[in-house]
């Protein structure tokens, strides 16, 4: 079956950097588009960034743009969001997921993904 397992998540101080790892398995990961979500402590889902299968285009929540980079190396399975600037508002449950690239492009909205990972814990505190 399909498994989505994040890593990377932690405590950083205010200015900080993280870098989140998905690896996925059980699907033809080359064949999907692959995003990064989170869950605030006031319990929303946002998007934060998406990459297109093959790498061919990004999309970035405003609050993400000049911070985050969102990439994948399709050898490994894995999709990575390199995090920086980190702020305490970043605070979050964050979660990876998948979306079958011959389906409508699903941008940032969480209702169009398929398929999840079980999220690693980002805190950022100063």
């Known amino acids: 079956q399909v498994q989505l397992v994040e890593s990377g998540g932690g405590s950083v101080q205010t200015g900080g950097s993280l870098r989140l790892s998905c690896e996925a398995s059980?699907?033809?990961?080359?064949?999907?588009?692959m995003a990064w979500f989170r869950q605030t402590p006031e319990n929303k889902r946002e998007g934060v960034a998406i990459?297109?299968?093959?790498?061919?285009?990004?999309e970035y929540d405003d609050s993400a743009k000049g911070r985050f980079t969102i990439s994948r190396d399709d050898a490994k399975n894995t999709v990575y969001l390199q995090m920086n600037s980190l702020k305490d508002d970043d605070t979050a449950m964050y979660y990876c997921?998948?979306?079958?690239?011959?389906?409508?492009?699903?941008?940032?909205?969480?209702?169009?993904?398929?398929?999840w990972g079980q999220g690693t814990r980002v805190t950022v505190s100063s």
């Open positions: 990459i297109k299968y093959g790498s061919r285009d990004f």
């Open positions: 059980g699907l033809r990961f080359r064949d999907y588009h």
């Open positions: 997921a998948a979306e079958l690239r011959f389906s409508k492009w699903p941008g940032l909205d969480p209702r169009r993904f398929t398929f």
